[in-house]
């Protein structure tokens, strides 16, 4: 199953991705996405054969998936669940190449992601936690018509400052009344 909008792509990641995620998300000690992306968690940089052993957890998996941006893979949407019994779903985006920031292309993957995901399961609601200094991340949530739902301030702390942990959801009807929903 592939869902795309032509040029944006997201899809079941297979074992020929592995190569390209490796080196997009594990290559480097210090990735640039890795600023943006929860930075107040260690990152640790992983050999090629140590990624590989996550391979099972990554390839052909419905809570993770490429995103493809004119058939080049450049991140990844996923889930997980907060609270199964409740179908309280938590997602999530990485754009690790920067030459894709900014551009519109994680609105429009997340945009996918979504859609699959209310298609796929009887959810009543999508959300994300984020931290208030990754402002694409805000903003992409606004864009596509979620609420802050929560703010927990001074929890994450990076770079000798504090900063707010976010929450942003979005309800099914809210959903199916958004202009580009199906």
Known sequence: MVCTDKEVMIRPIGERDMP?????????EEPEWKQWDAPYFPHRRLTYEEFLTKKEEMVKQAHRW????????????????????SKWLEMGIALYDPAYWNGGYG?????????????DMPLVRVGYTTWSGNGRMIKLGEKLG??????IRNVR???????DSI???MLREEWEAAPWSP
């Open 167 to 169: 929450r942003m959801g």
């Open 146 to 151: 979620m609420k802050m739902e929560g703010r």
């Open 66 to 85: 490429a995103i493809e941006v004119n058939e080049e893979v450049v991140g990844t949407v996923n889930y997980y669940w907060e609270h199964k019994p």
């Open 107 to 119: 609105t429009r993957a997340f945009q996918l992601w979504i859609n699959h995901l209310f298609e």
């Open 20 to 28: 390209r995620l490796w080196e997009l998300m594990y290559k480097e």
């Open 157 to 163: 702390y990076y770079n000798g400052e504090y900063f």
